[in-house]
């Protein structure tokens, strides 16, 4: 196929051409970038939580009027959850993971330094590394024995006593490499704040934070044996029961206590689902986005062609008298869609690349892989080919006769 | 002639319905995208007091215990400084404000007890931020000071407990205490909801729920200190409270601060009021230089309040646009090209070019005004999506008359930008040569 006589009609259609090419490099440029955004946002609904997330159950209760005694009230709630069929393991907890609502500190490794070197999220709870069902890398999760209650722990760090204090606390591998880098850190200590030294005895692969600012850090959690009596509870069952169990779960709860209120009372799958929310809207509206602008970039070749064609009737008609073929008028419209296709994604990568480094400046993106170059490009070559062809079609059909007539 | 024009422009469009479609397509889903995405960002980036809002300030002192070179003070004070700076009196209105989940009863009603979010202030929040009433008043500073067990509800908790009806002067059970309702709150929903940002500066753009509803039931920050002890959460901590949720002893950020300053020198004076104060405190304040007394909007900008999200949807929707124009453009192009004969003999005929760059401009002005109505139409089925959106702010998503006017503004416009340069092409074909080939 000649190329020449083609490039020789786009030069007296510049301007045409010229608009062409400009919205396929829009387009590829912004599609790229929307595509790579879709796929950073289904990495992020899909993050690791570390926990056993088909198994698990969230309940929140708050009194009403006052409570004489929690910790008797928090191991009847315990006894009783416990002896529901189908329950396997349950915890008294201060926060769950994506659960919104955190309590962090800062973590160092000196307590005579400045600033903590990381934040770290602070899961209490007797029994909560077995409910939550984390997977143990080194080392062990914390027992019974370990714990002490959170109020006598507040209680002797406020008269600066060490007895009654944790010593001790599970830490997730992302967490543990962010600390010692290429070291074990079973035995290690590290420093809440400046006061409270705690030895490092297990290691878990992951445990997602309640509440993510930084998805880097998204892992950085403790377990520190505390008990807790706040009122909320995780349950674990066994899989397919957990709508059964939420139901007994709540009639033993009102049983124990009438006087208090359910604030949550939840599957774990629902805290997932809640929590990525906005993610999954943003990503639907992204790939709307993707799918709108292909659909009006393909028209407008459409209809651009569908013009050409009309325009060129008489020199398409005069080209099949000299003995050009069908296939020959085909492929020239193919052809000069793929010339106008091929600068346009030519200019769009260089577009997607600088969206991609703004991106990357403001919105703290990574930068685009470059598989998203080749694979943009076939793309935009295949909807280019796909639109044309109709049109192309049409001048295909145009009979050799229309040379003989005068428009 | 401007009739004439309008004529030959619907003829033109009729003679190919398919492309005119096309065109008037693009406009509208362009401008349908870009308008839903303006009204989102107009509606979370404005001033949520407009007039007043360069009069209020978020006034800081550093409260932050740990040692080190922190260039900004925490977004919220401890209870000491706090309630100094109150005391002082030294500003024309100030409010203090910090939030807490509370139990509710109504006793006289048969509702199930529920859990509420809390605004504890002081009697000036009311007029100081404009908050409208339906029924009752705002307490009085006296309520304050004598710790009245009083509250301020929603209209939103009004229609719920007691259908609408004026209840001032009724009894709520707010945890173990009863407290009097004093005033019902008219329709009030700032966006955002400034007065409680706080930590946005961290939260990676993720900050849609600062747009979220004003709370439910509003009650005086002394008496909340009492029937609400250990509810209370930080912002953060140096070292861990002794009693959880007690925090006037503690070790603790958790209180904010604003104050209403009627003229740049009494705004000038407070400024160094704070600083007099951070430098007498020395000791207790580690670092009294970091002061700040932010307006309400540089406080907003400093925040970063505006979702990154919604930002992202804007730079999209206008990409989106562009392509869309250059679409138009290009289809535009080809038409007035290919009526390359009609031209030349209007022009041989004795048109001018500006008649003939006239009458295209009006043919893609009128293809910009049937866009513009569909691009209203789009606009208003995104703005729908977006309120179906699980974001704080959905509830509030409108087309107010102002975006309403830009909507059909952006739409001429982008098609006048659109028909521009086809119509100038269009009026410098050559009579002669045209007529020739005809």
Request: aromatic share 8%.
């Amino acid at each position: 196929m000649a190329i020449r006589p083609i490039l020789s009609t786009l030069r007296r259609h510049k301007t045409t051409a010229l608009l062409v090419v400009l919205e396929i490099a829009l387009t590829c440029a912004i599609v790229c970038n929307a595509v790579f955004l879709v796929t950073q946002r289904i990495d992020r609904i899909h993050m690791p939580s570390g926990v056993a997330e088909h198994e698990l159950i969230q309940i929140g209760l708050a009194d009403i009027g006052k409570t004489p005694d929690e910790h008797a009230r928090t191991l009847t709630d315990l006894a009783a959850l416990r002896a529901i069929p189908g329950v396997t393991e349950v915890a008294s907890v201060n926060q769950i993971p994506f659960g919104r609502s955190s309590n962090n500190s800062g973590i160092k490794l000196d307590p005579k330094q400045n600033k903590p070197t990381v934040n770290a999220t602070n899961y209490y709870g007797e029994n909560i590394g077995q409910t939550l069902g984390v997977q143990l890398v080194a080392g062990r999760l914390l027992q019974p024995e370990d714990h002490v209650s959170l109020k006598e722990a507040g209680q002797a760090f406020k008269e600066g006593k060490t007895e009654g204090l944790p010593r001790i606390v599970v830490i997730t591998q992302p967490m543990a490499e962010r600390l010692f880098p290429g070291q074990s850190a079973l035995g290690k200590t590290i420093w809440l704040g400046s006061e409270v030294p705690l030895q490092v005895v297990g290691v878990v692969k992951n445990l997602v934070r309640p509440s993510i600012w930084n998805d880097a850090e998204a892992q950085y959690s403790m377990m520190l044996p505390m008990r807790v009596e706040d009122n909320q509870y995780l349950i674990r069952t066994a899989p397919g029961q957990r709508e059964r169990v939420l139901a007994a779960a709540i009639e033993v709860l009102k049983k124990n206590n009438p006087h208090r209120i359910f604030w949550q009372k939840r599957t774990w799958d629902e805290v997932r689902q809640k929590f990525f929310d906005s993610d999954r809207s943003m990503t639907g509206l992204l790939i709307g986005v993707c799918v709108a602008l292909l659909v009006v970039t393909a028209l407008g070749i459409v209809g651009l062609g569908s013009f050409w064609v009309a325009q060129r009737r008489r020199q398409i008609g005069v080209r099949r008298a000299l003995g050009a073929t069908r296939g020959h008028i085909l492929r020239y419209f193919q052809t000069e869609n793929f010339l106008l296709a091929t600068i346009g994604i030519a200019i769009g990568m260089v577009l997607a690349y600088g969206i991609n480094l703004f991106l990357m400046v403001h919105y703290e993106l990574p930068r685009l892989p470059a598989i998203y170059f080749p694979v943009g490009a076939l793309a935009l070559w295949l909807i280019g080919q796909a639109a044309v062809l109709g049109p192309a079609m049409r001048a295909a059909a145009v009979p050799p006769v229309v040379a003989t007539r005068s428009v | 002639m401007f009739g004439y024009y309008l004529d030959l422009a619907l003829r033109s469009l009729r003679r190919n319905m398919v492309l005119t479609a096309l065109m008037v397509l693009a406009i509208a889903v362009g401008i349908g995208a870009s308008m839903t995405t303006l009204t989102v960002m107009h509606l979370l980036s404005g001033d949520p007091l407009p007039g007043r809002s360069d009069k209020l300030f978020y006034a800081q002192v550093d409260d932050n215990l740990s040692a080190g070179d922190y260039k900004e003070p925490l977004d919220k004070q401890g209870y000491q400084s706090t309630i100094d700076l109150w005391n002082a009196r030294q500003a024309d209105r100030q409010a203090i404000v910090v939030e807490s989940p509370v139990k509710l009863r109504a006793p006289q009603t048969t509702l199930p007890p529920l859990m509420l979010s809390m605004l504890s202030t002081t009697a000036d929040f009311f007029p100081m931020f404009d908050v409208p009433f339906r029924y009752g008043a705002p307490w009085r500073a006296e309520d304050d000071a004598s710790r009245a067990r009083v509250a301020v509800i929603s209209s939103d908790l009004n229609d719920k407990l007691f259908g609408g009806a004026d209840s001032v002067g009724r009894t709520l059970r707010l945890r173990d205490t009863d407290v009097r309702i004093v005033g019902v709150l008219g329709r009030w929903r700032p966006s955002p909801q400034f007065y409680t940002v706080a930590g946005g500066r961290f939260a990676a753009g993720k900050t849609a729920d600062f747009y979220s509803k004003p709370q439910d039931i509003f009650t005086p920050f002394s008496s909340a200190l009492e029937f609400n002890d250990g509810n209370f959460y930080q912002y953060t901590c140096s070292q861990p409270p002794a009693t959880p949720g007690h925090l006037q002893n503690a070790p603790c950020a958790w209180l904010g601060l604003w104050v209403q300053l009627n003229s740049p020198d009494r705004a000038a004076a407070y400024k160094r009021f704070l600083d007099g104060y951070a430098a007498q405190q020395q000791g207790r304040i580690l670092r009294p230089q970091n002061t700040r007394l932010r307006s309400l909007m540089e406080w907003l900008d400093f925040q970063g309040v505006v979702p990154s999200d919604v930002r992202l949807q804007t730079w999209l929707a206008f990409g989106f646009l562009a392509i869309c124009l250059f679409n138009t453009i290009g289809l535009l192009l080809a038409k007035f090209l290919r009526r390359g004969g009609e031209i030349g003999v209007r022009r041989a005929l004795g048109a001018s070019r500006g008649a003939i760059f006239c009458q295209c401009l009006v043919e893609a002005g009128m293809i910009g005004l049937v866009g513009g109505l569909g691009g209203l139409l789009l606009t208003l089925l995104g703005l729908g999506l977006v309120r179906r959106q699980p974001v704080a702010f959905a509830d509030m998503v409108h087309l107010d008359a102002r975006m309403f006017a830009l909507t059909f503004v952006l739409a001429i416009v982008t098609s006048l930008l659109a028909g521009f340069l086809p119509a100038l092409r269009a009026s410098r074909v050559a009579p002669g040569l045209q007529l020739k080939t005809l």
